[in-house]
C-alpha cells in the first residue's frame, strides 16, 4: 500500500518556531544591553540615587557660581549640568558615564577582532561589574570613570583609528576631551601616554609593533591645553588651568616628612608665615589640606592666597633634599600601584556636598538625602566584603599584563600584547601623578585597575576563540 503522501500544512510549526526564533533574537540583543547597563549602575540602583564623594559638590559649586574651584573641573561641573538637564535629574550623568563605559567595551573589542555583539559584551559587563570596581565608578556623580576611558579612548585613537567610522571617531575624540577637561590628573596622564605612542611609532621597523597614528591623540591633547584655560577665560574672566596642583604636591611633600625637615633646618625664612606654625604641621597629607585646624587654613586655606608660599616652599625644599625626595616619590609610586580596594570614603557622610546641594538645589536634595548612602547603610563592612574579590582580582591581573604581553605576541597577537603594555604603562603613570604628586589613596588606582581585568578577559577570550578554530577578520597589523 503506498503511503499517504505528506502536504505541508498552513499551521505548521516549522515556520512559526522560525519566526519566534527571530523575533526572540531581534529582542535579545537590546535586552542585553539593557542589562549591561543596569550591571554598570547596580551600585547606585541599589542605593536610590547616584553615588556622591566629598568632591560632588565642588563641582555643582563651580558651575552655579561659575568659578574656579580648586581641584574641581568647571568642566566636569558643567557635564553634570548637561547630562542632568539642567539639574532635573542626578541619575543623568551617571546613566550617560556607563552608556559611554559600554561604548567603548564594545569598540575595544571590536577593532581587537573580538567578539563584540550584545552576548559577548553582557558577558565582560558582569565579570567586571561582580570582579571588579567598575560600577561603583560609573554609577558615582565624580570625573574618575573617565580617566580609565580615557586611556581605551587613547588606544582607539592611536593604535586603531582606521578601523573606527567617522561618527565612532567624533564620539571617542568627545568623550576623550571630556575626560582630559575634566581632571588635571587624566590631563596628566594623557600627556605620559602621548610618550607612549610616540616610542611605539619609533619602534615601528619592529614587525612586533603595532602601527601607530600620532596625530588624533596628539591633537585631541594639545586641543584640551588649550581650551582649558580659554575656556576658563570665557566663563569666569580667569584664564589658566584648573587650581590647585601645587597644594596637593605640598600636601605630599608635609605626609613624607620633607617639609618639616625643611622648616625645622631653615626658619625662620622672611616672608614665610609657616616657620611660626611649624609646630602645628600635621603628619599627613589629608589632615594638612582639610583639617580645619590646619595651619593651611591660617595662611587662608583653598580660597586664601597660601599658593605662593606654599609654592616656593615646595621649591626650595626639593633643591634641598632631592635625594629623599626620589626616594619617598618612588616610595609614593609603589604604594599607589597596589592601593586598589574599592569603596575608599564611599561609606562617609560627604557633609559638603549635601550642604550645597540642600543650599543650592534643595529639589535635589530629598532624593540624596533618602539615599542608603546618606543614610548609613553603604558601610566599611560592605567594602571589605567586596574587597575580598575586588583585591586579588586586580593585583593578580596587574601583575599578569607583563606576561601576557608576551604570550600575546608569541602567539600571533601583538595588538593584543601592545594593549597590555600599554595599560600596564597607563596603571604606573597614574599611579606616579596621583601617588607622588599628591598623595597614595585607593580611589586613586582602583578607579582605572579594572583594566587590567580586561585585557586579561580579552585574552581569555581569544585563546577560547582559538581553540573553537572560529574565523576573525584580518588583523588590524
Known amino acids: 500500500m503506498s503511503q499517504p503522501k505528506i502536504v505541508p500544512s498552513l499551521f505548521s510549526f516549522t515556520p512559526i518556531t522560525n519566526l519566534l526564533s527571530r523575533g526572540s533574537a531581534a529582542f535579545s540583543g537590546p535586552l542585553l544591553l539593557i542589562a549591561s547597563l543596569a550591571l554598570l549602575l547596580a ?4 542605593n536610590g540615587h547616584a553615588l556622591t564623594f566629598y568632591d560632588t559638590g565642588g563641582y555643582v559649586e563651580a558651575v552655579l557660581e561659575m568659578h574656579l574651584v580648586p581641584g574641581r573641573s568647571l568642566f566636569y561641573g558643567l557635564f553634570l549640568w548637561a547630562a542632568s538637564l539642567g539639574w532635573q535629574s542626578l541619575w543623568g550623568p551617571i546613566v550617560v558615564q556607563s552608556m559611554a563605559t559600554l561604548w567603548l567595551l564594545h569598540l575595544v573589542l571590536r577593532c581587537h577582532n573580538l567578539p563584540a555583539g550584545p552576548r559577548p559584551l553582557a558577558l565582560f559587563a558582569s565579570g567586571l561589574a561582580c570582579l571588579t570596581g567598575i560600577s561603583w565608578y560609573a554609577g558615582q556623580l565624580m570625573p574618575d570613570i573617565l580617566v580609565s576611558l580615557v586611556v581605551l579612548a587613547l588606544w582607539l585613537l592611536g593604535v586603531h583609528w582606521p578601523r573606527l567610522g567617522r561618527m565612532e571617531r567624533t564620539g571617542v575624540v568627545l568623550l576623550t576631551l571630556l575626560g582630559l577637561l575634566s581632571h588635571m590628573s587624566c590631563l596628566a596622564l594623557a600627556l605620559g601616554l602621548i610618550v607612549v605612542i610616540l616610542a611605539v611609532k619609533a619602534l615601528r621597523p619592529h614587525r612586533w609593533t603595532p602601527a601607530v597614528r600620532m596625530g588624533p591623540p596628539l591633537a585631541v591633547v594639545l586641543s584640551s591645553l588649550l581650551l582649558m584655560p580659554l575656556v576658563h577665560l570665557v566663563l569666569t574672566g580667569t584664564g589658566g588651568y584648573t587650581p590647585g596642583g601645587p597644594t596637593f604636591l605640598f600636601g605630599r611633600l608635609v605626609q613624607d616628612g620633607i617639609m618639616h625637615r625643611y622648616l625645622v633646618e631653615h626658619c625662620p625664612v622672611p616672608g614665610v608665615k609657616l616657620c611660626h606654625l611649624r609646630h602645628r604641621l600635621p603628619t599627613t597629607a589629608d589632615d594638612f589640606l582639610w583639617n580645619g585646624g590646619s595651619p593651611f587654613q591660617d595662611l587662608g586655606g583653598w580660597k586664601g592666597d597660601a599658593e605662593p608660599e606654599l609654592k616656593q616652599l615646595t621649591r626650595a625644599a626639593v633643591a634641598a633634599y632631592p635625594g629623599m625626595t626620589l626616594w619617598t616619590t618612588l616610595r609614593s609610586t609603589a604604594q599607589q600601584m597596589v592601593k586598589v580596594a574599592t569603596g575608599d570614603a564611599l561609606d562617609e557622610s560627604h557633609s559638603d ?23 548609613g547603610q553603604l ?3 560592605l567594602f571589605d566584603r567586596l574587597n575580598l574579590v575586588h583585591v586579588p582580582v586586580a593585583l593578580l591581573s596587574v601583575l599578569g599584563l607583563l606576561p601576557a604581553a608576551i604570550w600575546s605576541w608569541r602567539n600571533g597577537r601583538p595588538d593584543l600584547a601592545a594593549l597590555a603594555l600599554f595599560v ?14 599628591s598623595n597614595p589613596h585607593d580611589r586613586y588606582q582602583s578607579r582605572l585597575v579594572w583594566l587590567a581585568p580586561l585585557v586579561a578577559g580579552m585574552i581569555i577570550v581569544d585563546c577560547r576563540e582559538r581553540l ?8 588590524p597589523f
Open 379 to 381: 558601610t566599611r563592612n
Open 353 to 375: 556636598t549635601r550642604g550645597i546641594l540642600y543650599k543650592d538645589l534643595p529639589a535635589l536634595a530629598r532624593p540624596l538625602f533618602e539615599a542608603r548612602q546618606q543614610n
Open 43 to 46: 551600585p547606585a540602583l541599589w
Open 468 to 475: 573553537r578554530g572560529g574565523v576573525r577578520p584580518d588583523r
Open 424 to 437: 600596564f604603562l597607563a596603571l604606573l603613570g597614574n599611579a606616579l601623578i596621583c601617588g607622588a604628586l
